[in-house]
């Protein structure tokens, strides 16, 4: 393999952009695996054996199922996918109010269910949604959830996590989101805040999903009283 400055270079990992972090604490985070391949980067070239890296790669990913299905593919191949799976059953009424914990696209299995109820005049269930996002600008499908939340019985929260202050955001914005992290606090009130008693729902990576399991047990919701997609 050749030693050129250049060719070390080729191979350096690259930094993710901010926009690839989703900012709901994920473990590993796309920054925790830049971090280590660019130590294992940097010990093969302190080596100058690029063989290092390979290695490494394969130690961590070859045993997986996916990866080995990934490594069957060759160009032109056409891929099919299925999924996600795990749907909430849900009918009208069901429940007097849905508080729905999203990080980043774990706002997707929500809308459906959000417009299922805003569409049908008979369903009175209360909604809460609460996004969570790096920034403002990460915020999936504003128009969207900006056209839900006009509905009487709809409101909209936004937790930023990489947002300082409120006061660049538009001012309809500024009352409804918080910034920094969602916490136990925070949950808290939201549920006190609730109109009626709430039903939770909670998606997002797997660590948002622990974390929010744990926040709902610390302010004494049973496991009857949530649901994970």
């Known amino acids: 393999m050749s030693e ?25 985070c796309v920054y925790d695996v830049y971090q280590k391949e660019l130590a294992q980067w940097e010990e093969a070239k302190a080596k100058k054996d690029g063989s290092f890296l390979t290695k490494q790669k394969e130690e961590r990913y070859e045993a997986g199922l996916m990866s080995q299905y990934v490594k069957s593919w060759i160009e032109g191949d056409t891929v099919f996918w299925r999924g996600p799976f795990g749907g909430f059953p849900y009918s009208p009424n ?38 969570c996002f790096q920034t403002f600008e990460n915020i999936y499908l504003k128009p969207l959830l900006q056209d839900q939340s006009r ?58 999903d622990e974390d929010m399991t744990r926040c709902l047990k610390a302010v004494g919701l049973k496991e009857d009283s949530y649901f994970v997609f």
């Not at 774990?106 to 949604?129: K, R, S, V, W």
């Not at 606090?185 to 948002?208: E, Q, W």
């Open 4 to 28: 050129s400055e250049d060719d070390w270079l080729s191979l350096m990992p690259t930094e993710p952009l901010q926009s690839q972090c989703c900012g709901s604490g994920c473990k590993p």
């Open 94 to 131: 069901q429940y007097g109010e849905l508080l729905m914990l999203a990080s980043g696209t774990g706002i997707a299995p929500m809308l459906p269910i959000l417009q299922y109820i805003t569409e049908n005049e008979d369903d009175e269930t209360f909604i809460t949604l609460v996004g």
């Open 151 to 208: 509905y009487w019985n709809v409101r909209t929260c936004y937790v930023l996590s990489q947002e300082s202050s409120l006061e660049k955001l538009p001012w309809s914005y500024q009352e409804n989101t918080h910034t920094g992290r969602i916490t136990e606090n925070l949950i808290k009130k939201m549920i006190n805040s609730c109109r009626r008693k709430p039903f939770v729902l909670i998606c997002g990576s797997v660590a948002f």
